[in-house]
């Protein structure tokens, strides 16, 4: 069960640079996937899915035939379709999660979707 970064909209190794810092970790923003600097643009997301898709069908190798994989993502791009395709799983269900409770604070209306694949 996962949930991925998104494509465009967020660059994590920014947001945690003090971290990074703190502990002496590798700066290793280059292999952010979806990193916000990057943008959105169709190559970007292109991009997006096929390293999205690389890390699922690396976790897909240690699970058994009809393991579920699990993918919560607000999903607007409308990319995981294919992503799913690209990782030759199939599809079990896709639920759609309000999400009103994460700050308290969210006024306006958000669903992020559930992905629930199951490896074929
Ligand atoms: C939506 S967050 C979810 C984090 C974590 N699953 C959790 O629930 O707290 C997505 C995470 O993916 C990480 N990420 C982005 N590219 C990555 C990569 N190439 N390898 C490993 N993690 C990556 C980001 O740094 C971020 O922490």
Not at 2 to 17: A, C, E, F, N, R
Not at 99 to 120: D, H, L, Q
Request: glycine content about 10%.
């Amino acid at each position: 069960m996962t949930s991925p970064p998104y494509v465009g909209l967020i660059d994590y190794h920014d947001q945690h640079k003090y971290v990074y810092e703190l502990l002496g970790l590798e700066d290793r923003s280059g292999f952010e996937i979806g990193a916000a600097k990057n943008g959105s643009s169709q190559k970007a997301k292109k991009t997006y899915q096929e390293a999205i898709a690389e890390v699922f069908r690396n976790a897909l190798k240690s699970m058994p035939k009809g393991g579920r994989l699990i993918v919560v993502a607000g999903d607007r791009h409308e990319l995981y379709g294919e992503i799913a395709e690209l990782c030759g799983v199939k599809v079990e269900a896709v639920l759609q999660r309000h999400v009103n409770r994460r700050t308290g604070r969210r006024s306006s209306e958000f669903f992020e979707s559930v992905f629930i694949w199951r490896k074929a």
